[in-house]
């Protein structure tokens, strides 16, 4: 896995490429500060997205029923393994850190049918 700060002028461009392939993904938020501890904002619903707005200076990741949005961020760290994007880590403006944690989401096979087949006449 490959850990890398972005610069700030790198923000945008990344987040609109990404935000492409996180399609069909899921997502887990957990926002950890001193005062807090660990939380888990939401545990893993599908993403939309994730952008970048340097006019209003916010991160905007888009879920299935939320936007969390992080104002004033300071820094952004990904994780990028052979499979793609695993997290985003983003350090706010008042100090919180807000990891996303990305995953596949679990393909099971659909449920046996109890029901017995009719017999053909």
Same mark, same amino acid.
């Given at each position: 896995m490959?850990? *890398?700060q972005l610069s700030k002028s790198e923000w945008q461009s990344y987040c609109d490429r990404v935000s492409k392939g996180l399609q069909?993904?899921?997502a887990q938020i957990e926002v950890a500060a001193l005062p807090l501890g660990d939380q888990v904002a939401t545990k893993w619903v599908p993403i939309f997205g994730i952008t970048y707005d340097p006019k209003d200076d916010i991160v905007d990741v888009a879920l299935e029923g939320l936007d969390h949005l992080?104002? *004033?961020? *300071?820094?952004v760290t990904v994780d990028e393994g052979t499979t793609?994007?695993?997290s985003v880590e983003v350090l706010d403006g008042e100090g919180r850190k807000q990891i996303v944690k990305l995953a596949e989401p679990l393909m099971l096979p659909p449920p046996a049918s109890n029901v017995a087949p009719t017999p053909s006449p």
């Open positions: 490959s850990v *890398r069909g993904k899921r992080i104002y *004033r961020p *300071r820094s793609g994007l695993s």
